[in-house]
C-alpha cells in the first residue's frame, strides 16, 4: 500500500522525537564551544552579514544549537520545530526565545515576518521541497536572505564508501532508512538541484558554498580520524539566496 505525504510526514516528526533525548549527544548536531563555535559564527557571518538585530527564523531547530549561535550573533531569534520533545530542550537552553511547534513546510507564520531563515540538515529530509520553498520565500521579507547548511548524505565515491563504518543493524537505522527511501530527495540532496528549485520557488542571487573546512577541521579531534576524513569526502555545501 502506497502510504499518503501526511502518513510520512508523521513518521519524520515521530523519528526526531525519538532521538530528542540523545540529540546533543551526537556529534555534528551539538556545537561545542570554542573552536567548533567559533567556525560556525564565521561561516554565518560570511554569508549573513552583521545581525544588527534582524528577525531570523531557525527552520528544524531542533534543540536549539543553531538559534544559539544566531543569538550570540545578535539576531532577534524565532525557532521552529515539528518535535515538540526537541523544543522542550531548545526552551531548557534559550527560555527568552520563542519557538514555535509547526511543520517547517507549511509554517502558517506571516507572510514578510521574517529577514533572515536559516537550516541546518533539513533539506534532504522535505518531502515536498518545491512547496517548502516557496513558503520560505513568502516568510521573508523584501531583501530577506535564505542560508541552508546541508549535504548528500545518500550518494558517496569510492574513498567514502571505505571509510563509512560496518555498523550493525539497529531499529533506529532501519526508521532511517525506510524514511530516506521515500522523501524527495532519496537519492541524495545535491547543491545543484536544490539550486534549481530555490530559483523556481522565485530565489535570486543564489551561491553555492562547499568550503567547510573550518567546521570540519574543529570537529576532527572528537569525531577521531576515519570519521572526520568521511565528513569531508561527502558532499556538504551552504547556499545563500535572496528574495528579491
Not at 76 to 98: I, N
Request: hydrophobic share 45%.
Amino acid at each position: 500500500m502506497t502510504l499518503s505525504n501526511r502518513t510520512l510526514r508523521d513518521e519524520i516528526k515521530e523519528y526526531w522525537s525519538d532521538r530528542a533525548a540523545t540529540f546533543d549527544q551526537e556529534l555534528g548536531h551539538r556545537i561545542a564551544d570554542g573552536a567548533e563555535m567559533q567556525a560556525w559564527r564565521a561561516l554565518f557571518t560570511q554569508h549573513l552579514g552583521a545581525a544588527r538585530g534582524r528577525r531570523l527564523l531557525d527552520l528544524a531547530s531542533g534543540t536549539g544549537e543553531i538559534a544559539r549561535l544566531c543569538q550570540d550573533l545578535g539576531f532577534k531569534v524565532t525557532g521552529l520545530d515539528w518535535a515538540e520533545p526537541m523544543l522542550e530542550r531548545a526552551r531548557a537552553k534559550m527560555p527568552d526565545v520563542t519557538f514555535v511547534q509547526a511543520d517547517a513546510e507549511r509554517t502558517m507564520l506571516p507572510t514578510a515576518s521574517f529577514d533572515v531563515i536559516v537550516t541546518r540538515h533539513l533539506v534532504w529530509t522535505l518531502v515536498d521541497p518545491a512547496a517548502a520553498f516557496a513558503e520560505w520565500h513568502r516568510l521573508l521579507a523584501p531583501n530577506g536572505v535564505l542560508l541552508v547548511v546541508d549535504g548528500d548524505f545518500v550518494q558517496r565515491n569510492w574513498f567514502a564508501r571505505l571509510l563509512a563504518p560496518k555498523s550493525a543493524a539497529s531499529q533506529r537505522a532501519s526508521r532511517h532508512q525506510d524514511i530516506l527511501s521515500r522523501v524527495y530527495f532519496s537519492k541524495g540532496a545535491r547543491a545543484d538541484a536544490v539550486a534549481a528549485l530555490l530559483s523556481t520557488a522565485g530565489f535570486t542571487e543564489i551561491s553555492v558554498d562547499h568550503n567547510l573546512r573550518a567546521v570540519h577541521r574543529a570537529q576532527s579531534r572528537a569525531l577521531g580520524w576515519r570519521k572526520s576524513l568521511l565528513r569531508r569526502s561527502e558532499h556538504r555545501y551552504v547556499i545563500a539566496a535572496r528574495k528579491s
